[in-house]
């Protein structure tokens, strides 16, 4: 069964530190989301993507957050430099149409030192 | 504003019985999903029931959607160990993005 895959599971980076979180989504999805949970709190929605553009961003998703399509596979999140708060697991989705089931990646740890 | 307010916050039942848990939110929606997350892991979607759906079934799982009372709960028959994990809905609106309640804990006692 197709299944969404992030990489790496767990990332540890230093304070002002650029990290790039790796997804990649379900090969025939067209949507493509980030979200990110920290740790015992509500699911959070960060940025949807479509057709090579952003479709929708959150108030989270502010000038040190970008995401991209490289390639015909991977949709990667880059936090330009991240701080103490950006902690949390970063899960990334997919979905054939916008108002389809939308399926999760297992999530990278992201902690901030 | 919020969306997706799960209730109760915890349930704790004994296996082999029903455990039902409820949605609720605020304004109006596409379509409700609800998903289950095991302690620190990652999201499984259960179910998707549309804005002009009443009722859906997946194996033990039977999901209700009252779009009069922006309400929605989710039945589990016949409770296993393995069921137990945080279940949470989540809501869309018009721009795609889901939008969570905070889950209710379900512990399946043995």
């Known amino acids: 069964e197709p299944e969404v895959t992030q990489t790496p599971s767990h990332q540890v980076t230093q304070m002002g530190q650029e990290v790039i979180l790796r997804c990649v989504p379900i090969?025939?999805?067209?949507?493509f989301y980030w979200y990110r949970q920290i740790l015992g709190q509500k699911v959070e929605f960060l940025v949807s993507f479509y057709n090579n553009e952003i479709s929708e961003k959150s108030e989270i998703f502010d000038d040190q957050f970008s995401v991209e399509r490289p390639d015909g596979s991977n949709f990667t999140l880059k936090i330009r430099s991240t701080k103490l708060e950006d902690s949390a697991m970063y899960f990334c989705a997919s979905s054939e149409g916008s108002y389809n089931e939308q399926f999760f990646g297992p999530g990278t740890r992201l902690t901030v030192l | 504003s919020q969306q997706g307010e799960e209730d109760p916050q915890a349930l704790s039942i004994q296996e082999g019985e029903n455990a039902t848990m409820n949605c609720s939110y605020k304004t109006s929606i596409n379509n409700l999903q609800w998903y289950r997350q095991n302690s620190g892991r990652g999201l499984v979607h259960l179910i998707l029931i549309r804005s002009n759906e009443r009722e859906k079934h997946s194996g033990r799982l039977r999901v209700t959607l009252d779009t009069s009372k922006k309400s929605s709960s989710l039945l589990i028959t016949a409770s296993r160990a393995a069921d137990t994990a945080s279940y949470f809905c989540?809501?869309?609106?018009?721009?795609?993005?889901?939008?969570w309640g905070a889950g209710t804990k379900l512990i399946i006692k043995p």
């Open positions: 989540a809501t869309d609106d018009s721009n795609y993005q889901l939008i």
């Open positions: 090969s025939n999805h067209l949507y």
